[in-house]
Structures are given as C-alpha cells and as structure tokens.
C-alpha cells in the first residue's frame, strides 16, 4: 500500500488519515520515518477506518439499504469534517471540529450530548438484558377496587 507524508512531516500515513485532511501530501518512502499509530492501527485491521462521505461509509457499514435516504436525510446538515467506523462496527461516527457530532447506528441516529435521537424503521426497543419482569397481581379487592397481593391480602384493608 503507498503511504503518503506532508513537506514536512515525519510520520508516514494511508492517504485517508485525518493528519492529511485539506494538506498537500508526497508519496512517501520507506526511509521517510516511522507509521502514524492510527494508520498502523488501521493497517493491522484495528482501529477507525475513515471515509470521504456518508454515503460510502454505510456502503461498507450495514444499516439496512432501505434505511439510507432516511439517514442521510437526518444527517444532511452536519456537514463532517471526518467520517469513520470503528474496527468493531457498531456506528458510524460523524465528527466536526474534532469532535463526534452524530452517531449512525443501524437502527437509529444519536447526536451527541443527548440532543437527539431518531430511530429507524427496523428499530425495536430492547428490555435492558435479561427477562422481561412478570408482574403477577391476585384477584380484585371489591371494597377497595384495586388489585391484591398474590397471598389475597389487599394494600388497603387493615382488618
């Protein structure tokens, strides 16, 4: 893979790496000193991998191809300085002014701070983990109009 450096940088990097953003760049040699850590990263298939646009990003990311217009659609006016996908998959991360502004999960759309969630058409609510709670209630007090304890005593009777 050709790695690529600035005029006047020391660190050799895949063309894609946020160090390049908006910088005139030379192909680098093998003497041109070490790899960034994040393109190493990348290059050993760990950490982010970066895309140019939205639209290539969920090309490679998996959300549903039928969920697409309604995510670019929310997302349209974050204008992001960088997009990636972390090496597990589980979002898409739209960053300005180095920091994330949005997440793009495959069921929904999360802005950061808690401004904003929207979810998606497939999305289905989890329970938190485990089994749902059984609520279990016995029959009816007919004094009190409300529901006994499963032993029969009603929160109301005191006799």
């Not at 790496?17 to 070490?34: F, I, M, N, Q």
Request: include cysteine; charged fraction near 25%.
């Amino acid at each position: 893979m050709t790695l690529y450096r600035t005029a006047t940088g020391g660190k050799r990097h895949v063309r894609n790496c946020p160090h390049l953003r908006d910088k005139d760049v030379l192909e680098a040699a093998e003497t041109d000193g070490e790899v960034c850590t994040w393109c190493a990263a990348e290059l050993n298939g760990q950490g982010r991998t970066y895309y140019d646009t939205v639209h290539q990003a969920l090309e490679r990311f998996g959300a549903e191809r039928t969920n697409w217009p309604r995510i670019t659609s929310l997302v349209f006016d974050v204008a992001p300085s960088h997009v990636w996908i972390p090496a597990s998959s589980p979002y898409i991360a739209l960053a300005r002014d180095g920091k994330v502004a949005v997440w793009v999960h495959r069921t929904k759309v999360e802005w950061s701070e808690g401004e904003r969630v929207e979810h998606l058409p497939d999305f289905r609510p989890g329970a938190g983990g485990g089994s749902p709670k059984q609520e279990v209630w016995g029959e009816k007090c007919e004094k009190h109009h409300v529901l006994r304890a499963r032993n029969g005593s009603c929160g109301m009777c005191f006799d």
